[in-house]
């Protein structure tokens, strides 16, 4: 019998604050913030955008604009003054963006990816949009995942653990997968209530109440919907751009 | 109608490192360390200890030790070498215990109940073992209220989390509390998904198999079994003592 000890691992790390706290290296990291950065990015690839490059802060993003980037930034779920997206999905369902390198900065999501490169050999782009075609590649791929939440300003926030749960949940099933963290049976276990209504369960989240105040409705529903794409954005350098499948 | 912003708050962090995003000063903190630094207080104050000393350090430890009281020390799960208890509640539920004061030193939660003490004005202890005395005091109090989970080296777990859970669930239920953030409404969750068997919900959580490896299956059972005691031990000063309630 193989030794169960040799399974890859599939773990939950609930926001960038405790992710120093994970195993170091990482393989595979997958990095969520269902709403809405990697909701966005999902959506920019599946509508034709060439490349985004993730930046942490506004002014990164505005000399990439200055550069002659198209150039997006979003803090607390506003477009900032002076950029023409933030991180709507439906920004990028334009022919604006279509075959387009895009500057994007956002509140939690961004930051995430460049916290996670910095210590993972492939850092790919997880949301509930791209859920299946994310889960089935990463079976295949049999190496360690970290989901790494955005979290909201450093803190747990419940879509991206019910997304990161939902990932957990699909490579564990396969019995080829291990989680050892409370955080990642706690993500399962939410993910599983949460899975026949994400909207119901996700109702009185704090950034749904966020983005409701904004008028965000869309938004939220658009993000909330499952597996309306196959693609699945992944680092290369300083840009995402579309894995290419076999 | 009264302005629902009103009302007190109950709210859930799951680990001490998470604790510098709350909202401060806090009002009334509970600790929590259900397996087993909050549940062993609440046992020895039920068996008739009179105050508990929680230090952080085992140096503190030795030094109450050197100055003639009993003295306590965990870490990992284990008694520290000079020390004659750790943290099981069966330690304190002899004659030995009885009337004394006691330095207690462990891995998690008397870290916790030291960062507590900086900024609440009250700070209480909570575990499963004294849960519905502990809720229906709180509920009296209507005060806020923050519920610190100890966690597992700054890391979320799930047993504190569910016993914090439980409390917040039980205050929001009398419709005089709100909760706000999102680690609250997971809390509240996993809880309600773990009521109806803490056992069989927590076989596969991190701390119950490191405690099962060092033969701790006896002090597992006595943490996961709610309301055996009334006692809510209370901080004063440097110590424990137990709470006088009207």
Redesign the interface.
Known sequence: MEDQNERPYVEVC??P??FP?YKDPHDIIVVIDVLRATSAICAAFEHGVEAIIPVSSIEEARDLQDQGYLAAAERNGEIVDGFEFGNSPFSYMTERTKGKTVALSTTNGTRAINIAKVSAKTVVIGALSNLDALTDWLIKQERNVLCLCSG???????ED?ICAGAIADALMSTGNFQS????S??AK??YQ?ARDNYFGFLK????RRRLKKLNLNEDIKFCLTPNQTQVIPILKGDRLTLLNQE
Do not use: G, P
């Open positions: 609930f926001s604050r405790q706290l909201w300003k450093d803190k747990f926030n419940l653990t050892t963290e409370d955080s049976i706690a276990y939410l209530s009185s989240s704090s950034h």
